[in-house]
RNA sequence: GUGGGUGUAGCUCAACUGGUUAGAGCAUCGGACUGUGGAUCCGAAGGUUGGGGGUUCAAGUCCCCUCACUCACCCCA
């Protein structure tokens, strides 16, 4: 069977998404189900919204400033004339729906969940997409710190059950608004006092995001650095408490961390605990995910003042570092001879797949040899013939076909075989 | 957005300093082989050499543009 029409490369999927075929797909299914089975263990329900949402929400919610919404949105206008996005994130979505129907009213506790698609309008390189999926996590309404520290084991559980290894844990706390802008103030003035031993990229962010000198690769850069005063240093008595509270819960856990002063996230809206977990093997983008402690957000939408945690895992970034590559086999392949051989074969696949068994019936009429190599090719456990003689006494053949046996029987006998086996 | 690298069949790769009709392995399809698979042999199909322009008697090969992929910066999942 050769294409008529090869794929014109002008119609080939947009720069920087993909598709996912059979053969990978397993993979993402398995990820997914694993993934829905371990965080409901801890109480979470999932929450789906809309893939795209008015710009304004992630305007006040992920921040203007921040890189996301001042150059990577899809941002369009609708024949209504309001401005859409395709949400480049999951948490100002979340947030809105939580205030939307007033969720935070009800007896259950806010823990939600969601895996989906993100848009964001990105150079893409290894790890990064213009489409990519998240699985996202939060909670809302639970100042303990013993959120904090559970969210981040499950975090590690996840990707235990998953069977990740080679990750770090780096947990810092930023500080809130009532000590972070002490602490940025002080930065700026040690920077400042070292400019001309900085890269012009550092001299730069003194004014934008002194915090992320951290993060800097530059030699120079990062003997200077190492001097700056550090946030753990700074934290107010409240958020001091909390970090130490959320490290002792993580011990309890024995979880391994790593307190990293330097671990600044990307998103304005974070305060306190953040955190981040990275593998090897990713190139540049190693963050397989990263979140933290987000107080201001609902109020800042002007909705009650509950305070929010979570996390958000990059699909495709933990998929890479994954071992497992399931593969789907047909089960069993239908061969015939004949026309009535056919007819009988169309039947016998529904009277299997009714009671759970995977079926591929032969449409072509080809010769047993053929068959067989077909059913080879696709994988089949089980190869059921069906000639005259199997007709005449309504007894067919069942063939294993990595023993390379045969039974006899009637389709009850032969469904019990195959049942058997399974298990 | 800024740099560097790479684009030849579905996949992995050939094609000497520019030189006839761009080849091979794997995969696909057909045959040897109309009552039983994996092997072997034979054959077929599959390419505007990512696309466009230029230099040249002659371009897969050199130059320019563009697109895609890729690595890093940046940012982040």
New binding site residues.
């Given amino acids: ?3 008529e029409t ?2 014109k ?1 002008e119609l ?7 598709d996912i075929l059979p053969g990978e797909v397993e993979v993402w299914q398995a990820v997914e189900a694993e993934t829905r089975r371990l965080v409901e263990l801890y109480g979470y329900r999932e929450l789906r919204t809309p893939i795209i949402e008015p710009t304004e929400l992630f305007e006040k919610g992920t921040g203007e400033t ?3 919404v001042t ?2 949105m899809y941002t369009f206008t609708d024949k209504g004339g309001r401005s859409i996005t395709l949400r480049p ?1 999951y948490t100002p979505s979340m947030a809105r729906a939580i205030l939307e129907h007033r969720l935070d009213l009800l007896p259950e506790p806010m823990r939600y969940y969601y895996i989906g698609p ?1 848009f ?11 489409q ?3 699985l996202d996590i939060e909670v809302f309404n639970e100042k303990d710190p013993a959120i904090d520290a559970e969210i981040i084991e499950m975090a590690d559980a996840l990707l235990r059950t998953l069977g990740v290894e080679g990750t770090e844990t780096l947990v810092n706390s930023v500080g809130c608004r009532a000590c972070r802008p002490a602490y940025s103030r002080d930065l700026r003035s040690h920077a400042e006092k070292v400019r001309d031993r900085l890269c012009p ?1 550092c001299r730069r ?1 003194i004014a934008t ?1 002194p915090l ?1 000198i951290f ?4 030699e120079g850069c990062r003997e200077q650095a190492a001097l700056f005063p550090k946030i753990t240093a700074t934290l107010c008595q409240e958020c001091r408490e909390h970090f130490a509270r959320v490290c002792s819960y993580l011990d309890l856990y024995k979880v391994a961390y790593r307190v990293e002063p330097n671990l ?4 304005d809206y974070y305060t306190k605990t953040t955190f ?2 990275i593998s090897g093997g990713l ?9 933290g402690r987000y107080d201001d957000m609902m109020k800042d939408f002007g909705g009650p003042d509950i305070c929010g945690i979570g ?8 998929i890479s570092v994954l071992q497992i590559r399931p593969e789907r086999k047909t089960v069993l392949y239908i ?1 015939h ?1 004949g026309d009535a ?1 056919k007819r009988k074969g169309l039947e016998l696949a529904r009277f299997f797949r009714r009671n759970g068994v995977e079926s591929l019936v032969e449409f ?1 009429s ?12 696709l994988g ?1 456990a089980w ?1 059921l ?7 005449r006494k309504g007894l067919y ?1 069942l ?8 039974t006899e029987g009637t389709p009850e006998d032969l469904l019990k075989i195959i049942q058997d086996k399974k298990i």
């Fill in positions: 069977m050769s294409a090869p794929a490369k080939a999927a947009i720069k920087g998404t993909k921040s890189d996301i150059k990577e994130e993100m964001r309008y990105d150079k893409p390189q290894k790890g990064r997409y213009r990519f999926h998240q990229d962010k995001n992320r993060d800097c690769k530059v600044v996230r990307g998103l981040e977990i190139g540049a983008q190693n963050a397989l995910l990263g979140g996390f958000a895992m990059g699909v495709e970034r933990l061969a001879m051989g072509g080809k010769g047993f040899k053929a068959q067989f190599g077909r059913a080879n090719k089949a190869v013939v069906i000639g005259e003689d199997e007709i053949q063939k294993d076909m990595a023993a390379g046996t045969q």
